[in-house]
C-alpha cells in the first residue's frame, strides 16, 4: 500500500473488492471525522463551512465550473431518486437506458417513466465485450428523447464507455435532451474532467474513492437552473441563484463524513494530472497479470473486455469458472490466503449478471484492483489450477 505521500506501507489485507469497501484515502480522512464527533464545539455554522469546503473541493475534483452545481448525498440511489422526482418531461417523451447500468441508474428512471407516461427504450450492450456501441444508439434516438442514462465504466464488465461521443451525438440529434452518467466505477481508476466530457449529470460515490459513503452528483449550469424541466426537490426554493445542494441534497449528508471530503481530494495534489497516470500505469500493470492468466485458462470466462488494455477497461475484473459457483471459487481462494478480499454475486447489477451474462444463481466472482494494490501476483503464482 502507498501513502499519501508515495511512501510504502505494510498491510495484513488485501482488498481486491474495493467497490463495495471504504477505504480512506489516508489517515487525514478518519482523523476529519473522529475530530468532529470528539469536538464540543460543533455548531450549525460549523457544519455548514464543513459543507461548503466539501462542494469546494467536489468542484475542484471533476473540474466543475462552480461548486453551486454539485449536492452532496447518502448514496448515488438517494441521489438519482431525488432527481428523477424532480424531472418534469412532456408525457409519451423517451428515455434510453442500458441494462449494463449499476441499478441506482435505472430503477428511477423506470419509476419516473410509470409516473410520467414515458417510453423506455434499452440500449442494449453486445458483442463478446458487452461494449454499447453507438451506432445501436443512433437507432434509438428520437425528436421524443429527453433523457439518456449509461455509465462510464461498469461495475461488472471493467469497460470504459465513450461517453463523450454519446453525448455529442445525443446533444447533435436532440440538443434539449439529457445526457446523464453514473461515474461511480470510473472516479476509483481515472481522472474525471466534467468540462471536457459534455454531458449533462454526473453521479459519483466518494466510498469508490478510498473515503467514507457519501456521493455527489454534478448538474450542467443551464440544466440546474431550468425550472421548465428540472423543479427543486426542495419545498420551496424556487429562483436559478439556488445551489445544487439546496435543490437535491437536502442536507441528508452526514456532516462528520462531509468533513472528511476535502482530504480525499487533497490525496491526488498538488498534480492530479500526474498522480491519476500514475495510477492508471500501475493498474494497468495489475490487471494485465490477472487478466493474462484468466485467458490463459480454458475453463474461465471472463465478463467483458479480455484484453488488459487500460484505454479499454479499468481494474474490475469479473469471470467464471466451468462447474464451480462463484462461492465456492471466493471461498478457495480466501481458504488458501485469507489475506484476500474477493467477492461473489451480481453487486446491483443484477439485470446485467443475471439477464444477460447468465451465470450460475450466485453471479460472478469480481476482483477490483486499484493504486494501492499489489497481492493479484497469487492468482497466478499462487493459484493451483488442479485445485480449481
Given at each position: 500500500?502507498?501513502?499519501?505521500?508515495?511512501?510504502?506501507?505494510?498491510?495484513?489485507?488485501?482488498?481486491?473488492?474495493?467497490l463495495?469497501?471504504?477505504?480512506?484515502?489516508?489517515?487525514?480522512?478518519?482523523?476529519?471525522?473522529?475530530?468532529?464527533?470528539?469536538?464540543?464545539?460543533?455548531?450549525?455554522?460549523?457544519?455548514?463551512?464543513?459543507?461548503?469546503?466539501?462542494?469546494?473541493?467536489?468542484?475542484?475534483?471533476?473540474?466543475?465550473?462552480?461548486?453551486?452545481?454539485?449536492?452532496?448525498?447518502?448514496?448515488?440511489?438517494?441521489?438519482?431518486?431525488?432527481?428523477?422526482?424532480?424531472?418534469?418531461?412532456?408525457?409519451?417523451?423517451?428515455?434510453?437506458?442500458?441494462?449494463?447500468?449499476?441499478?441506482?441508474?435505472?430503477?428511477?428512471?423506470?419509476?419516473?417513466?410509470?409516473r410520467?407516461d414515458?417510453?423506455?427504450?434499452?440500449?442494449?450492450a453486445?458483442?463478446?465485450?458487452?461494449r454499447?456501441?453507438?451506432?445501436?444508439?443512433?437507432?434509438?434516438?428520437?425528436?421524443?428523447?429527453?433523457?439518456?442514462?449509461?455509465?462510464?465504466?461498469?461495475?461488472?464488465?471493467?469497460?470504459?464507455?465513450?461517453?463523450?461521443?454519446?453525448?455529442?451525438?445525443?446533444?447533435?440529434?436532440?440538443?434539449?435532451?439529457?445526457?446523464?452518467?453514473?461515474?461511480?466505477?470510473?472516479?476509483?481508476?481515472?481522472?474525471?474532467?466534467?468540462?471536457?466530457?459534455?454531458?449533462?449529470?454526473?453521479?459519483?460515490?466518494?466510498?469508490?474513492?478510498?473515503?467514507?459513503?457519501?456521493?455527489?452528483?454534478?448538474?450542467?449550469?443551464?440544466?440546474?437552473?431550468?425550472?421548465?424541466?428540472?423543479?427543486?426537490?426542495?419545498?420551496?426554493?424556487?429562483?436559478?441563484?439556488?445551489?445544487?445542494?439546496?435543490?437535491?441534497?437536502?442536507?441528508?449528508?452526514?456532516?462528520?463524513?462531509?468533513?472528511?471530503?476535502?482530504?480525499?481530494?487533497?490525496?491526488?495534489?498538488?498534480?492530479?494530472?500526474s498522480a491519476?497516470?500514475?495510477?492508471?500505469?500501475?493498474?494497468?500493470?495489475?490487471?494485465?497479470?490477472?487478466?493474462?492468466?484468466?485467458?490463459?485458462?480454458?475453463?474461465?470466462?471472463?465478463?467483458?473486455?479480455?484484453?488488459?488494455?487500460?484505454?479499454?477497461?479499468?481494474?474490475?475484473?469479473?469471470?467464471?469458472?466451468?462447474?464451480?459457483?462463484?462461492?465456492?471459487?471466493?471461498?478457495?481462494?480466501?481458504?488458501?490466503?485469507?489475506?484476500?478480499?474477493?467477492?461473489?454475486?451480481?453487486?446491483?447489477?443484477?439485470r446485467?449478471?443475471?439477464?444477460?451474462?447468465?451465470?450460475?444463481?450466485?453471479?460472478?466472482?469480481?476482483?477490483?484492483?486499484?493504486?494501492?494494490?499489489?497481492?493479484?501476483?497469487?492468482?497466478?503464482?499462487?493459484?493451483?489450477?488442479?485445485?480449481?
Amino acid at each position: 500500500m502507498l501513502t499519501a505521500e508515495g511512501k510504502a506501507c505494510r498491510v495484513r489485507l488485501i482488498i481486491l473488492v474495493v467497490l463495495c469497501s471504504t477505504m480512506p484515502a489516508e489517515l487525514s480522512c478518519w482523523v476529519r471525522i473522529a475530530t468532529y464527533y470528539t469536538n464540543p464545539t460543533n455548531t450549525p455554522l460549523k457544519d455548514s463551512t464543513y459543507l461548503k469546503n466539501a462542494l469546494s473541493a467536489s468542484q475542484r475534483f471533476i473540474n466543475a465550473s462552480s461548486a453551486d452545481e454539485i449536492a452532496i448525498g447518502t448514496s448515488t440511489t438517494q441521489l438519482f431518486h431525488n432527481l428523477s422526482t424532480s424531472f418534469l418531461f412532456p408525457p409519451k417523451s423517451e428515455i434510453i437506458v442500458t441494462q449494463i447500468n449499476h441499478e441506482s441508474n435505472i430503477s428511477p428512471w423506470l419509476r419516473m417513466a410509470e409516473r410520467q407516461d414515458l417510453i423506455v427504450k434499452w440500449w442494449t450492450a453486445k458483442g463478446p465485450a458487452m461494449r454499447l456501441e453507438i451506432d445501436d444508439l443512433l437507432e434509438l434516438i428520437s425528436e421524443k428523447t429527453c433523457l439518456v442514462a449509461l455509465t462510464h465504466a461498469c461495475g461488472i464488465l471493467g469497460n470504459i464507455e465513450d461517453v463523450e461521443v454519446a453525448a455529442e451525438v445525443v446533444h447533435r440529434m436532440v440538443p434539449e435532451a439529457v445526457v446523464c452518467v453514473d461515474g461511480g466505477e470510473f472516479v476509483p481508476h481515472r481522472r474525471v474532467d466534467v468540462s471536457a466530457l459534455g454531458v449533462d449529470i454526473y453521479v459519483w460515490s466518494w466510498n469508490n474513492v478510498f473515503g467514507p459513503h457519501l456521493s455527489c452528483i454534478w448538474i450542467e449550469k443551464s440544466l440546474k437552473d431550468d425550472h421548465d424541466l428540472l423543479e427543486p426537490f426542495s419545498y420551496f426554493f424556487d429562483h436559478p441563484l439556488t445551489s445544487l445542494q439546496v435543490k437535491l441534497g437536502l442536507y441528508a449528508a452526514n456532516p462528520a463524513l462531509t468533513s472528511s471530503i476535502p482530504s480525499i481530494v487533497d490525496y491526488f495534489n498538488p498534480d492530479p494530472v500526474s498522480a491519476w497516470t500514475a495510477i492508471m500505469e500501475h493498474e494497468a500493470v495489475l490487471q494485465k497479470i490477472l487478466i493474462d492468466y484468466l485467458n490463459s485458462r480454458s475453463d474461465v470466462r471472463i465478463h467483458g473486455e479480455n484484453s488488459p488494455d487500460p484505454v479499454l477497461r479499468v481494474a474490475i475484473v469479473s469471470f467464471n469458472i466451468n462447474g464451480w459457483m462463484s462461492q465456492d471459487v471466493v471461498e478457495f481462494i480466501t481458504t488458501k490466503d485469507p489475506r484476500l478480499g474477493v467477492a461473489w454475486g451480481h453487486f446491483d447489477s443484477f439485470r446485467l449478471v443475471a439477464k444477460i451474462l447468465h451465470p450460475k444463481e450466485d453471479g460472478v466472482v469480481r476482483v477490483s484492483m486499484v493504486h494501492y494494490n499489489t497481492g493479484v501476483w497469487w492468482f497466478s503464482e499462487g493459484f493451483d489450477p488442479d485445485g480449481i
